[in-house]
Every structure is written in structure tokens, then in C-alpha cells.
């Protein structure tokens, strides 16, 4: 039996030994509500089972916990510094802290799949079936999450950058025709702030369900992620346009 509030409660008194008063933090713990709530929302209209349903968002509540001391030890967020999906389920798996959060031990494999592969740019073909699942639910409202930090985030924290500087550089070819043929962009492919930009709005084509499409058109999330910048760069502008109209359109084409 899942008891959601209990293991809210438990992480609750594990974010006590961080500081709360970190910006970092702050946006983490954000993060990982807003991550809870959208695999809620994607559990509901996929109409799950209610243990499939509480390990959605019991994996939601999870998912970043070793991103925590990745801050704590190197106030970073790359993963090339420590890599935060392997530390999360090292707390949960290797300090045996999964304990406190489930006593009962016959979901723990799909837990630790889910969140070990929760943000790899390509998950293994041979994930069992339910593995499978929370996998794919567990990145997509990490996805869905994140739409809402760039709506809402501050611009030079995420981009470098504020929006004015950001609406006059250019996006380049190659990013551009990825995102019109439908493909995610590799961080190590983007050669400029622009690029980053698109590169955000691209995370569509790595979503799963038609739910969590869904939820991006009912938040209108392309609409107010591209509105954001002013583009004084009239080829970014027109590039953004077309960008627009092609990513409203696929998250229409999947949300059935």
C-alpha cells in the first residue's frame, strides 16, 4: 500500500538538512511538486489502477532526490560533476532510504528503472512492461514540469541572457530543420542562446502520451513560451513563426 502522505512527510524532513533559502533548492523543490502534479494529471486520464496511479507520483516525488546533494556539494546542476538520476537511486537503493518512503518491497524495480532512465536521451528497448510505463510517465511530466520553468523562470538564469538579448541572435540551420522534422535536439548540437531556446520547446517530440499533450495545449505552454522574447532578429522572428505553427500543430496531431 502506497501512502502518499506519509511519504510526503518523509521527504519533507529530508530537504531539512539543505537550505531552503538557496535559489537552487528552491527551484528543485518546486520542481518536484510540479512533477508530482503532472504525473497525477497524466495517471488520471490514463485512467490507472490506483497502485499504478500512487507509483506515478510517488516516482514523481522521487525522481530528483539526489539532485539535493548535487547542489550541496557542487551548487551545479551538471551532471557531468555527478550525475543526479544515478545519485537519486544510489539514496534510495544503496542507503536503502526507499525503506522509509514504501515498506512493502515488489515495486521497487520499476521505482529505481524509472528513475535511473528518467532522463536519458533514449530509453533501453527492454524495459519490462510496467517498468515500461513509469518510465514513460515519469519523463514526460518531468518534460511537462519543465514547460512551466520556462514560462515562468527567470530568462538569464535559464539562458544566460535576458529576453531582449535573447530575441536578436540567430537560430541556426540545423536546429532549425531538427525541429521541423520532428527531432529532439542534443544539448552538444545547439550553438547559440536561440538555439537553447528551440531546444526547449522541442522536448515535445520525446513525449509518450497523448495526456500529457493534453496538458501542454489546455496550458497553452507553446504559445507562452515563444511569446516570451521579443525577436528584433527578423529571421529568428519568421523561423519562430513557422516553429510555432509546427509544434501547435503536432501537440493537436497527439493529443488523441
Known amino acids: 500500500m502506497i501512502d502518499l502522505k506519509k511519504a510526503q512527510g518523509v521527504f519533507q524532513n529530508y530537504l531539512q538538512q539543505y537550505d531552503k533559502t538557496d535559489n537552487k533548492i528552491r527551484l528543485k523543490i518546486a520542481h518536484t511538486y510540479g512533477v508530482v502534479s503532472a504525473c497525477k494529471y497524466i495517471a488520471q486520464v490514463m485512467k490507472l489502477e490506483e497502485e499504478d496511479a500512487k507509483l506515478a507520483e510517488l516516482i514523481g516525488l522521487l525522481h530528483d532526490i539526489g539532485r539535493f546533494e548535487q547542489l550541496r556539494i557542487y551548487h551545479s546542476f551538471d551532471d557531468s560533476l555527478m550525475p543526479h538520476a544515478q ?101 552538444s548540437e545547439r550553438k547559440t542562446h536561440m538555439d537553447m531556446w528551440v531546444s526547449y520547446l522541442g522536448y515535445i517530440f520525446d513525449l509518450n502520451y497523448p495526456a500529457s499533450f493534453q496538458y501542454i495545449k489546455e496550458k497553452d505552454y507553446i504559445n507562452k513560451i515563444i511569446d516570451r522574447v521579443p525577436y528584433s532578429n527578423p529571421d529568428t522572428e519568421k523561423k519562430m513563426e513557422k516553429i510555432r505553427t509546427a509544434a501547435n500543430q503536432y501537440v493537436e496531431e497527439h493529443c488523441k
Do not use: W
Open 87 to 187: 545519485c537519486s537511486v544510489d539514496i534510495l537503493f544503496k542507503e536503502n532510504m526507499i525503506e522509509q518512503f514504501l515498506e512493502e518491497r515488489h515495486l521497487d524495480e520499476i521505482i529505481y528503472l524509472a528513475i535511473k532512465y528518467h532522463g536519458v536521451y533514449k530509453m533501453p528497448d527492454d524495459m519490462p512492461k510496467r517498468g515500461d510505463m513509469h518510465t514513460k510517465i515519469i519523463r514526460d511530466a518531468d518534460k511537462l514540469d519543465n514547460f512551466r520553468v520556462k514560462h515562468v523562470s527567470s530568462m538569464v538564469t535559464m539562458v544566460d541572457v535576458d529576453e531582449e538579448e535573447l530575441g536578436t541572435e540567430a537560430i541556426t540551420e540545423e536546429i532549425y530543420e531538427k525541429f521541423l522534422n520532428h527531432i529532439p535536439i542534443l544539448n
